[in-house]
């Protein structure tokens, strides 16, 4: 492990257990020859903005689509409000409050942005099984004043929209959702800087409502100080360090991943320079 | 119902339709019912089977009688059923060849089952089930053993039409309830204030016969229905949403909890049984069963010409039923106008053939005029 403090190796204390909504506890992970995931601790507490940082292939998507039930863990036990959580899909997750926003995107290009923002929530008209279409473009232009985007036509597809509005409309779509717990995957990647700071300002606002929690991953440390409560950082599968984010600093997080970097090619030289 | 005529007016659920909502200076009516015509998905197609129909009209004095309508149906109302099914994988981004197969291989059951005493009904419901059948080992193939469904629905498409040869002993049979019976009837004539009677035949054929494809209009009334059918629930469904949704990005719509494979199977086996329905009805309509698949696999590729003509992407994401029936009619109305014109049998394959590139062709650049003019 590296050096510069691993504050939270085991599980939280108890009385940060008792406010948890959601407490990941050894969980382990391996696709083939491949570890994705150690032994990852992890805990959300209510309304918190949890920023989860790592290198690439550290394990962080693996994480989140563990805990949004599209893949299953090898190992470990996951809690949610105190109650052994255990997703058998997407959907499950969801029903328990559990949406997620993926890095790809899972927005469908040739649907319209109100179709995208029910879709698998949709509206009928009861008893037929016939879209409420109006019904749904309505209940969505609310949902997106409500939280403040600002989309000037919902009925064009989404595939018509820029890549922040698309983000924001995939974000708007979990919050729509009755969602407490809401998994963003890199929600800034690939986006300029004015389209950043509209996805960063909805989850500010998210977060003064204190209705949900998020588990944000970001790669930018200065947007992880900026818009988290807390900071983790995935190396090597396991978590590396957990601390508020007022306790750290982008140098404390530099300096970790540097030495890790610096660790893992010590590594390497060992093993294969004796090889003679 | 009502959602039909409230929702969106575009008849695809990602056209969104609203062409005509931004527009603040006012167009003349003219234009404004060419914009909305090219805002349609199936609008090129439109405009070039309209333009077809006209120039054989004007070109062809015949073309234009109720007559000729008769003779044109055989030619699209089969395609159109087809095509329904087909759009349902296509617009999947999958591709379903074994429809040749069903087409060859349901009247062959239906008529085993009826020689074994099973009744005329129950034995299409049981060949249409057999098809159906097939419609979900191909889903299955494709989407959970995950072999392509372009190869899949190949081998399918040559096991079935061996199979149907197999079973049929290469030998063409009457086709069960569709024979025509002939009586005699006395009518009478009066003739100079004297009552004659004179014996006069009547062909005579029943009514399962009049309802599954023998009646002149029966195949004509079946596609509308099914097309129109599948049109709603292509637009106004979960079904068709999804359908859309796995077609447009398969992981994405897995991910927000589309269940892919269950979609995947169901369309299939959409597609697998209107191929059978539509066996069955020229079976009766031709009142024999022949079994030789060069017939049926020309009627595939006509089908996907027709799906594709009228608007539905064969990478997936896109397509519409109704385009697909249109786009059958624009085939239909050419094979027809060509020989109504006296065209040389063997020119009406290149004929053919010219039209779809043409009418591709019209598809992209009205598309890209659609994608430039501000609607979905």
């Known amino acids: ?276 | 119902m009502a959602s039909v005529t409230q929702g969106s007016p575009s008849p695809s659920p990602a056209s969104g339709g609203g062409g005509l909502v931004s527009t603040d200076a006012k167009p003349s009516p003219a234009r404004q019912v060419l914009e909305r015509l090219v805002s349609l998905r199936e609008g090129s197609i439109i405009v070039v089977a309209i333009v077809v129909a006209v120039y054989f009209a004007i070109n062809t004095s015949s073309f234009l009688t109720g007559e000729n309508f008769k003779t044109l149906l055989p030619y699209f109302a089969p395609l159109a059923i087809l095509g329904a099914g087909e759009v349902f994988v296509m617009i999947l981004g999958e591709i379903d060849l074994s429809i040749a197969a069903m087409y060859l291989f349901a009247p062959i059951v239906f008529f085993k089952l009826d020689s074994a005493g099973l009744g005329l009904v129950p034995s299409v419901l049981l060949a249409l089930i057999a098809c159906m059948a097939v419609g979900v080992v191909n889903g299955a193939f494709v989407s959970i053993v995950g072999v392509s469904s372009f190869v899949t629905t190949l081998g399918m498409l040559f096991t079935f039409e061996g199979l149907s040869l197999i079973i049929a002993k290469g030998q063409p049979n009457p086709t069960p309830g569709a024979q025509v019976h002939q009586t005699t009837v006395q009518v009478h004539h009066i003739v100079n204030g004297h009552n004659i009677v004179l014996p006069e035949k009547v062909n005579h054929i029943g009514t399962f016969a009049k309802i599954f494809g023998g009646g002149v209009y029966s195949e004509l009334i079946w596609a509308i229905v099914i097309v129109l059918a599948l049109q709603v629930v292509l637009t106004f469904t979960r079904w068709g949403l999804y359908t859309v949704a796995i077609g447009s990005n398969k992981i994405g719509a897995a991910e927000a909890g589309v269940k892919v494979k269950l979609v995947t199977i169901r369309n299939f086996v959409l597609c697998a049984l209107t191929a059978g329905l539509v066996g069955i009805f020229e079976a009766v309509r031709s009142q024999t069963i022949q079994p030789d698949p060069s017939g049926p696999n020309e009627i595939l590729l006509l089908a996907i010409a027709g799906a594709v003509i009228g608007g539905t992407l064969l990478s997936g994401g896109s397509g519409t039923v109704v385009g697909a029936l249109i786009g059958a009619l624009f085939l239909g109305i050419l094979k027809d106008g060509l020989i109504l014109q006296g065209v040389q049998a063997n020119y009406l394959l290149f004929y053919t053939g010219l039209a779809i590139v043409v009418a591709m062709t019209a598809n992209v650049y009205v598309g890209r005029a659609r994608r430039g003019s501000g609607s979905g």
């Open chain 1, 1 to 276: 492990m590296a050096e510069p403090g691993t504050p939270l190796q085991g599980a939280p204390t108890p009385s940060a257990a008792s406010e948890d909504v959601l407490r990941v506890e050894h969980i382990g992970k391996r696709f083939g020859p491949v570890t994705a995931l150690k032994d990852v601790n992890l805990h959300l507490k209510k309304g918190e903005v949890l920023g989860l940082l790592g290198d690439n292939g550290a394990g962080k998507s693996t994480l989140i689509k563990i805990l949004c039930g599209f893949q299953k863990p090898d190992t470990g036990r996951m809690f949610l409000r105190g109650e052994p959580y255990e997703p058998k899909s997407v959907d499950d997750a969801r029903a328990k409050g559990i949406e997620t926003v993926y890095q790809d995107l899972a927005l469908i290009d040739e649907l319209s942005v109100f179709h995208n923002l029910f879709l698998r929530k949709e509206r009928v008209h009861k008893p037929l099984p016939l879209l409420a279409n109006r019904q749904m473009k309505r209940e969505a232009r609310t949902a997106l004043d409500e939280i403040g985007i600002n989309i000037p036509r919902i009925d064009v597809a989404v595939a018509r929209l820029s890549g922040g509005q698309r983000q924001a409309i995939a974000v708007a779509r979990t919050v729509n959702s009755d969602a407490d717990i809401i998994l963003l995957d890199e929600p800034l990647a690939a986006m300029g800087a004015k389209e950043g700071a509209m996805i960063l300002d909805l989850v500010a606002r998210l977060k003064e409502e204190g209705r949900v929690s998020i588990i944000m991953i970001l790669h930018n440390y200065v947007h992880v100080l900026e818009a988290c409560d807390r900071v983790s950082m995935i190396q090597d599968g396991a978590i590396a360090l957990d601390k508020p984010t007022a306790e750290t600093s982008v140098e404390e997080l530099t300096d970790i991943v540097v030495n890790e970097y610096k660790r893992a090619r010590m590594a390497n030289h060992e093993d294969t320079a004796p090889a003679t």
